[in-house]
């Protein structure tokens, strides 16, 4: 599968030339063309080797996501059976960054920066919270597994940073990380910190891998734009 | 008439340039600055060539233009003005010719000379369900439009089809037919899957894309805000 990112670091989007066999998986809604031969199925994400009971627990998550304006849980995928091309794209401005996985490697990405991945990658939402299950604040995950490809998008440009020990970074520039890595959400500092430092959550990295970070943060965004709305 | 962009793809400004007596009608609001040789009139849609009041109308609430344009005429010597869209992203300059008329999806027009006529293509009962302001301006005549994008533009040379995401078209030129149509084969699958209706495009043209969907940003950051008081 031969693929280009093109129009980054700003209004990156992905462009996936297909063979016949090869499958990509994009986040529901990511579509901007495809070429006639080119097919779309639409499945829950529930991680491609889900036992019944998983599958029904994540269909219920999906309906209630849907339905409450979060972020869906169903992905599309794409195939060509006489070669094609798709072109995907994310809804925030910002760049993407293709990731290959092999050799038991995991990779493990905030649910809002997947974007895509190839046919061999199982991708699995793991939930940090019972909060995270109503759209607060919070880390849902994927964890993406397998031999392939996994296309992350950021909001914002992407640093990537080596991490050798510990690292902290705001849970809301968390865009990926590798599956060596240990982590734990908390706040920064005390309570006090929690309330008055103006940063919120953090996530806690330790151990050695690759972590990416973006430059811009959905939630603040929205906490700036927030008060300025009148009804 | 010239135009000169200028903070491409990001946060494109458009300076165009004047000679005497020339004259360029852009939406009310993209104005950022002008030399003060400009004569400026504010036309609503009962101004002559902008097809009476209720094709202004039409244009005003099914095709996303502006109620008001203003022009900028150069009226003494040579002058500039400069436009810019609300959103971030890039503008692109097209030429429309005799016999090749532009369709140009309605938020996405800025500006163009008395030469250049716009109007309102009806899209039909499932242009009006898909949820995106699937109207179109038909631009005619001999000229430049100017365009604005959500995200860089992507130039495409067709010849033969293309499935586009309605949210994602900026213009395509009228050698270009398109249907709308579910992206999946059934409704429901189309809507679990977030793509609704699309656009299958056919013929030989020019095609204009956006790599960011407006829409979709709205969905991404309106989702988080709070519910508006009533």
Not at chain 2, 68 to 79: R, S
Not at chain 2, 205 to 226: D, I, M
Request: glycine letters at 16%; one cysteine or more.
């Amino acid at each position: 599968m031969q693929y280009a990112v093109e129009h980054g670091p700003v209004f990156a989007w992905l462009r996936v030339l297909l063979a016949p066999g090869d499958v990509l998986q994009a986040e529901a809604g990511s579509m901007v063309t495809r070429t006639p031969g080119v097919q779309m199925d639409t499945r829950l994400n529930a991680g491609r080797r889900a036992g019944f009971f998983r599958f029904i627990v994540a269909f219920f998550v999906a309906l209630a996501r849907k339905l409450f304006g979060g972020e869906t849980m169903f992905v599309n995928e794409f195939s060509a059976p006489g070669g094609g091309e798709v072109v995907v794209a994310p809804s925030l401005s910002g760049h993407i960054i293709g990731k290959q996985l092999g050799g038991g490697r995991r990779l493990f990405v905030q649910r809002g920066s997947y974007l895509a991945s190839t046919g061999d990658v199982d991708t699995r939402v793991r939930f940090t919270g019972l909060r995270t299950l109503l759209g607060g604040e919070g880390l849902v995950l994927l964890e993406c597994s397998g031999d392939g490809e996994v296309f992350v998008n950021s909001y914002g440009g992407i640093t990537e940073v080596p991490v050798d020990g510990t690292f902290v970074v705001d849970t809301g520039h968390v865009v990926a990380f590798d599956g060596t890595l240990d982590f734990q959400v908390g706040s920064v500092g005390g309570l006090k910190s929690l309330l008055f430092s103006g940063e919120g959550l953090v996530c806690k990295f330790r151990g050695r891998g690759t972590l990416y970070v973006q430059s811009r943060n959905l939630g603040a965004l929205v906490d700036w734009i927030s008060p300025l709305l009148s009804g | 008439m010239q135009f000169e962009l200028r903070y491409q793809p990001a946060h494109t400004l458009a300076i165009v340039h004047l000679s005497p007596g020339e004259a360029i009608r852009a939406e009310a609001s993209s104005m950022i600055s002008m030399t003060s040789g400009l004569a400026v009139s504010t036309d609503g849609p009962l101004a002559r060539g902008r097809g009476g009041l209720l094709r202004g109308m039409g244009r005003a609430m099914l095709g996303g233009e502006s109620f008001f344009t203003n022009t900028f005429t150069a009226v003494g010597g040579a002058g500039h003005v400069t436009l810019a869209p609300a959103l971030c992203g890039d503008l692109l300059v097209h030429d429309v010719r005799p016999g090749e008329d532009l369709l140009i999806q309605g938020s996405s027009y800025v500006a163009a000379p008395d030469t250049v006529t716009l109007d309102t293509q009806w899209q039909g009962m499932k242009g009006f369900f898909s949820g995106e302001s699937l109207f179109f301006l038909r631009a005619t005549g001999d000229g430049p439009v100017l365009l604005n994008a959500f995200g860089a533009i992507q130039t495409i040379d067709l010849d033969g089809e293309l499935i586009v995401d309605t949210g994602h078209l900026v213009a395509f030129t009228s050698g270009i037919q398109y249907r709308v149509t579910t992206a999946s084969p059934g409704l429901i699958a189309s809507w679990l899957s977030g793509e609704g209706f699309v656009l299958s495009v056919t013929g030989k043209g020019r095609l204009y894309l956006q790599t960011r969907n407006p829409s979709e940003y709205g969905v991404a950051v309106g989702s988080s805000l709070p519910p508006r008081e009533a």
